[in-house]
């Protein structure tokens, strides 16, 4: 299972950004998706995640501003990034719980991550 993440780049303050995430390869099944981020000296953290079912779940930080999407066919989540501001900046990855043939449990995996930055 891999998962390819793309859009990342430098845009201005209050521009606007698309990440987009693909999963592929042995996959039975994918519960949440989601995307995370990791600024220069912080931790990794949630910006968003969503549930096979739709459910999102949103940081304080980037409600209002950012809005996940997910096609279940493709297994494919989006992130569109809206309002961006500088502590935006950071290495966005995505997530995705997934259970691949022949694993009888769901697991964690990750995509390489794509650079984010917004200049003031």
């Known amino acids: 299972v891999q998962l390819q993440a793309s859009g990342g780049g430098l845009v201005q303050a209050g521009g606007s950004l698309r990440l987009s995430c693909a999963a592929s390869g042995s996959i039975f099944s994918i519960n949440a998706m989601g995307w995370y981020r990791q600024a220069p000296g912080k931790q990794r953290e949630l910006v968003a995640a969503?549930?096979?079912?739709?459910?999102?779940n949103y940081a304080d930080s980037v409600k209002g501003r950012f809005t996940i999407s997910r096609d279940n066919a493709k297994n494919t989540v989006d992130l569109q990034m809206n309002r961006l501001k500088p502590e935006d900046t950071a290495v966005y990855y995505c997530n995705g719980l997934i259970t691949s043939y022949g694993l009888g449990y769901s697991k964690d995996y990750w995509g390489q991550g794509t650079q984010v930055t917004v200049s003031s």
């Open positions: 969503i549930t096979s079912g739709g459910n999102r």
